[in-house]
């Protein structure tokens, strides 16, 4: 049967984050999530994440909100415009890939099953290459991590608020990444879902995830950002409790997957 993979991004930013992986873990609802090793609990949390088994782990590259190197760090706006402009640090880029893979694999004892990227950062110019050129470089044997493709997928089901955010994140970069990671032959996923506006609470959220997962495409994946608990300070705090309550439903998932023809499982395994 056709595979689905759900994902939790932001791992390591709030305890809340770690409690909603782990309780969505073991109702089968999800089964990767993606490390930001800069946060502020990423080794504590990240020890218990050590310990699951059957949930892929990956890293999360960011240059947004908690680099390893505060030098590193700009807005996504900046960080686009420096990228397309020729103006970032490939040297100290490339530092602060391996920084981070240096502190993933510290506390995971081994390598990320896939990586992508803060606000998609994974591909953009400067960074893509760093990134695809240190994975070459420090996984020589397989298996390798695969990466996180942004391709859309075509769904008039959407609003055109969605389709707009997930074109514009596709056209950021995905099709150069996809390039990159062909020819260093790295698997990626097919299409990315879970892409909104973080408002409208619950109810929204579980017309898109319906939504989302009635037209869902063998091996795509689904990101969704949920929280057990609001963090303070998170701008996303209210979405994340939404995304949970959905997300923990029982059988909800379960259900959605069935009538789609799908089942869950991990993009390494399709």
Known sequence: MPVLCVCVDD???SRGIA???FRLAMQGVVQATSCMVGA???RSDGARLREWSGLEAGLHLDFTAHP???SARRSLSALIAAGY????DGALVRREVSAQLDAFEAVMGRAPDFIDGHQHVHQL???RNALIAEIESRYRAAPKPWLRSTR????SAVGPMERFKASFIEQIGARELSALAARAGLLQNRHLLGVYDFSGGPPRYEALLQTWIATAAPRDLLMCHPSAEAHPGDALAAARRAEFEVLSRPGLVAELLCDAGLRSGPISCC
């Not at 402009?85 to 970032?88: C, F, I, K, S, Y």
């Open 68 to 70: 390893l190197d505060a």
């Open 11 to 13: 791992f390591g930013l």
């Open 85 to 88: 402009a020729g103006l970032l």
């Open 125 to 127: 110019p400067v960074i």
């Open 19 to 21: 409690e909603a992986v």
């Open 152 to 155: 859309r997928a075509r769904c």
């Open 40 to 42: 502020p609990l990423w």
